[in-house]
């Protein structure tokens, strides 16, 4: 009779490269995430609103025109 082959050692899952590839999409979009919300704060809270326009709150809205000419 034939002895059945020797089975290989199961490996930990963080040795297979499977888990990894899967998570690195995830992990990239967090990290972009993280990188556009950095941007936004330091790059543009700053920029004046346009003339004509009115904001409140977070809605910006185009002013009416004034009745008086």
Do not use: H
Not at 16 to 44: H, Q, R
Request: hydrophobic share 50%; proline share 13%; net charge positive.
């Amino acid at each position: 009779m034939n002895a059945a082959p020797a089975a290989q050692p199961v490996k930990p899952w963080y040795r297979e490269p499977w888990p990894w590839i899967l998570m690195a999409g995830p992990f990239a979009a967090m990290i972009g995430c993280f990188v556009t919300i950095y941007f936004a704060f330091t790059n543009f809270t700053n920029q004046p609103i346009q003339d004509g326009v009115v904001k409140r709150g977070l809605v910006v809205e185009q002013a009416a025109p004034s009745a008086n000419p």
